[in-house]
């Protein structure tokens, strides 16, 4: 074999070796990478689930900060007769911004009623709608905008702020306003004594559903 040829043969040895090496290399980065992905995924796996579920139902619409005395009194009447139902409550949602802005509030116990509109006039403009770090605040965010009837216990923030609420009320049942998939504005929330049991959910989801339709209908769309 000739000098050039060893050479050459040597340079093909070369350059074989060094596309093995760059291939290992580019690899191992891809990996690197989808690692990477994976973990931010998983840290922000509520905000990212959510944001893919939004797209094409960002809606204009927004719940007046003023209702109209029919569906107010509708309201009222809701938790007036209830046994169980000691509050209801109603936010606009922008998710441009990532807040909720409370719109009304309503409670028969005086106190409560009080306590709960203070806070809110404490808390406008500040209250996030995803919380970093709070997973369960996310997870029930997530199953409004889903279409699901939501019910959890009474948040540790509103109990360190409103003491009372802890006192009258166990759980917060929501529903998307309106209650129609993929339309979300907003959410209802209907506060009551005791975690509801299974059977109590059909009854408890189809007066929300009333009251969210009647938001909706009557003070958005103006029918």
Sequence with gaps: ???????????????????????????ALIILIIVFLAVGYWENRDR????????GRLNTEIIPPVL?????????????????????????IDFR????EPVYFYADVASFNIAMNDYIIRLMGERELFISGNEKNNQRIVGIINGDF??????????????VANKLAAAICSISVPPYYG??????????????????IPDLR????????????????GH
């Design 48 to 55: 990212v689930y959510s944001t893919i579920n939004l797209k």
């Design 183 to 200: 339309q979300i504005i907003g959410y209802l929330n209907i506060w009551v004594d005791h975690m509801p049991k299974p059977e109590e």
């Design 97 to 100: 911004k990532n807040k909720s």
């Design 206 to 221: 189809a007066e929300a559903r009333t009251m969210a339709i009647d938001v909706y209908e009557r003070d958005v769309r």
């Design 1 to 27: 074999m000739s000098a050039e040829d060893k050479v050459k043969t040597a340079m093909t040895a070369w350059n074989f070796v060094a596309r093995i090496k760059w291939q290992t290399v580019i690899k």
């Design 150 to 163: 939501v019910c959890m216990p009474i948040p540790e923030y509103i109990s360190n702020e409103v003491p």
């Design 68 to 92: 109209s005395e029919k569906t107010t009194s509708r309201m009222k009447s809701a938790v007036d007769r209830s046994k169980s139902i000691v509050a209801v409550s109603l936010d606009n």
